[in-house]
């Protein structure tokens, strides 16, 4: 049995891989939300099973991160050093920002714990690099600006 928040991390993971599709496949919003929806929520593929998740979290995220797209990469951009633009940017680490900051837009989930769940995301796809920590301290200046009262 998959535990609720095991199943929000999943659509967290999900949400990410879905933004990198869109953006290197140029495949659109609903063909890319139908077929995580339908293929990757707990589907057994060549031996492997696909965690469960929570459809309306990853429903909320992805449609966020694509009608607020111009606003959270403003936010990202506000966060990097001016040499290195969001376009500059790894195309998964960019995807991270942009679900991230989908939660942070979304304001649901305390931004603490929008933090670490994406560190985590970045962890898996980068296990041997200093990614988790760039994301960690970009989202951190993210989550400040959008949500400066939760930091007093």
């Known amino acids: 049995m998959t535990s609720k928040k095991q199943m929000k991390s999943a659509s967290r ?5 879905a933004l990198f ?10 063909d890319v939300r139908e077929q995580f929806i339908t ?5 057994v593929m060549e031996g492997d099973t696909y965690a469960e998740g929570n459809v309306d979290l990853f429903d909320a995220i992805l ?13 990202t951009d506000r966060a ?3 040499k ?7 195309p998964t680490v960019r995807a991270i920002f942009r679900a991230a900051g989908a939660e942070f837009v979304i304001g ?11 560190v985590d995301v970045a962890k898996a796809f980068f ?5 988790s920590r760039f994301v960690n301290a970009v989202l951190d200046h993210m989550a400040r600006e959008s949500h400066p009262d939760k930091f007093k």
């Open 13 to 17: 993971f999900f949400a990410v891989q």
């Open 21 to 30: 599709q869109m953006e290197a496949s140029d495949q659109s919003f609903e």
């Open 39 to 43: 293929h990757r929520f707990g589907a």
């Open 63 to 75: 449609t966020q991160a694509v009608n607020q797209q111009a606003k959270i990469d403003q936010m």
């Open 80 to 82: 990097l050093v001016a």
């Open 84 to 90: 290195w633009p969001i376009d500059r940017i790894d």
């Open 108 to 118: 649901e989930t305390p931004p603490k714990v929008t933090i670490t769940e994406y």
């Open 127 to 131: 296990p041997d690099g200093n990614e």
